[in-house]
């Protein structure tokens, strides 16, 4: 693989990003390409929000980190980390680690006590042991996560 570099998603990066989220969620990055790209450009607006793409010769992995501003905590803010993928054919080359690495700078610089993630139950097996790769970058299973899907989404 070439040379890995870590930046922020350009408007340029829509089909890179819809085809690494095809991979995390297959049948769940196919919407309406207007809509799409509506949601990008709000993204790359909204301050507290940043997401980072992997590029080698091409780009192969993305992260999504979220700065929550917070009154507990002596005030102090927090990161929630979302939508992390990379290229299976990249898999076990680092983008991944350097992905996570950046959020984790990132949080810190914005003086976050903690950096959290939820990772659904299936991501536990062979065939998708993403909870391996947080614990060994060092995240701890400490919390039981609760969602509720609102109807008709
Ligand atoms: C999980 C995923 C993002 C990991 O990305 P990756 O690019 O393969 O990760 P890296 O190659 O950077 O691995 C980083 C480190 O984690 C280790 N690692 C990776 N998977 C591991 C596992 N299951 N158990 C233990 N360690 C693991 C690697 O050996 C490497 O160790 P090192 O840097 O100390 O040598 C990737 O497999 C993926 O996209 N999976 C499908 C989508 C997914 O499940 N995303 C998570 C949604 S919650």
Same mark, same amino acid.
């Given at each position: 693989?070439?040379? !890995?570099?870590?930046?922020?998603? $350009?408007?340029?990066? #829509? ?24 949601? !990008?450009?709000?993204? #790359?607006?909204? &301050?507290?929000?940043?997401? !980072? ?15 929550? &501003?917070?009154?507990?905590?002596? $005030? ?6 979302? =939508? ?16 996570i690495e950046e959020c984790l700078r990132l949080a810190s ?6 950096v959290? #993630? ?5 991501? =536990? ?12 970058l060092g995240?701890? &299973? $400490? ?11």
């Open positions: 693989m070439a040379p !890995l570099a870590i930046r922020r998603a $350009s408007t340029g990066d #829509l089909d890179a990003l819809l085809a690494l989220y095809e991979q995390l969620s297959p049948g769940n990055a196919n919407p309406d390409r207007q809509r799409a790209s509506a949601a !990008l450009n709000d993204i #790359l607006n909204t &301050p507290n929000v940043t997401l !980072l793409v992997a590029e080698a010769d091409r780009v192969v992995g993305t992260v999504t980190i979220v700065i929550v &501003p917070n009154l507990t905590h002596d $005030s102090q803010p927090w990161a929630q980390v979302e =939508n992390m993928v990379t290229d299976a054919a990249v898999r076990g080359s680092g983008a991944g680690r350097r992905l610089e914005a003086g976050c006590y903690k959290q #993630l939820q990772s659904g139950n299936q991501r =536990n097996s062979p065939e998708n042991d993403a909870h391996g790769f947080y614990r060994h995240f701890e &299973p $400490s919390s039981t996560g609760f969602r509720h899907y609102l109807p008709g989404r």
